[in-house]
């Protein structure tokens, strides 16, 4: 897949590491780039590479791998970020960790889209019910720094927290459907 076109990115800064990360919409897979922050600029977030004012996608992931040789980037190899959007919906069936990790995830990558863009994140648009979810997401996570030895942690929602979730869901599943698809 040739994927030259304009993009948006801190290239030729060591400022930024770059990471592959998954999204799964609507059953399609599809590959972008996460550029982590690394400096001490607090005007500078993580972000994603963009093209045409759309997220940079590959079908396949070594499509990416060589997209970033060719513009001279090195993708970290750590760890792949997966994003299946889907397992937010079916949160509210079944919660275990492993989903709460795939929720911070998403609602901290969607984030990172619209900051991207140049739009509103969540972070600017909060208001309490939305930090009390994220709140008991994160706790979900059971850190070890917060969560004691052999314990473990699942988040409780009331009927209203449910109903925005919800809602958090159908926005983030638009916000990757416009800018991915």
Same mark, same amino acid.
């Given at each position: 897949?040739?994927?030259?076109?304009?993009?948006?990115?801190?290239?030729?800064?060591?400022?930024?590491?770059?990471?592959?990360?998954?999204?799964?919409?609507?059953?399609?897979?599809?590959?972008?780039?996460?550029?982590?922050?690394?400096?001490?600029?607090?005007?500078?977030?993580?972000?994603?590479?963009?093209?045409?004012?759309?997220?940079?996608?590959?079908?396949?992931?070594?499509?990416?791998?060589?997209?970033?040789?060719?513009?001279? &980037?090195? #993708?970290?190899?750590?760890?792949?970020?997966? =994003?299946?959007?889907?397992?937010? +919906?079916? %949160?509210?069936?079944? /919660?275990?960790?492993?989903?709460?990790?795939?929720? &911070?995830? #998403?609602?901290?990558?969607?984030?990172?889209? =619209?900051?991207?863009?140049?739009? +509103?994140? %969540?972070?600017?648009? /909060?208001?309490?019910?939305?930090?009390?979810?994220?709140?008991?997401?994160?706790?979900?996570?059971?850190?070890?720094?917060?969560?004691?030895?052999?314990?473990?942690?699942?988040?409780?929602?009331?009927?209203?927290?449910?109903?925005?979730?919800?809602?958090?869901?159908?926005?983030?599943?638009?916000?990757?459907?416009?800018?991915?698809?």
């Amino acid at each position: 897949m040739n994927r030259i076109g304009v993009f948006h990115f801190m290239h030729g800064e060591n400022e930024y590491d770059y990471f592959s990360q998954l999204f799964i919409i609507d059953d399609k897979r599809y590959y972008s780039i996460w550029c982590q922050y690394d400096g001490s600029d607090e005007s500078k977030k993580d972000k994603v590479m963009l093209e045409d004012n759309k997220v940079l996608t590959f079908t396949e992931k070594s499509d990416l791998i060589r997209y970033a040789e060719r513009v001279g &980037i090195t #993708i970290i190899e750590d760890e792949e970020f997966r =994003n299946d959007i889907h397992v937010m +919906k079916r %949160f509210r069936y079944r /919660r275990r960790k492993k989903d709460c990790i795939y929720l &911070i995830n #998403i609602w901290n990558m969607v984030s990172d889209i =619209n900051y991207s863009l140049g739009r +509103k994140t %969540f972070a600017e648009c /909060r208001n309490s019910d939305v930090d009390n979810i994220y709140d008991k997401m994160f706790y979900g996570l059971n850190l070890p720094a917060i969560t004691p030895e052999g314990e473990e942690w699942l988040p409780t929602f009331t009927n209203r927290e449910e109903k925005l979730i919800n809602e958090l869901y159908k926005c983030f599943l638009r916000t990757l459907r416009k800018y991915f698809c």
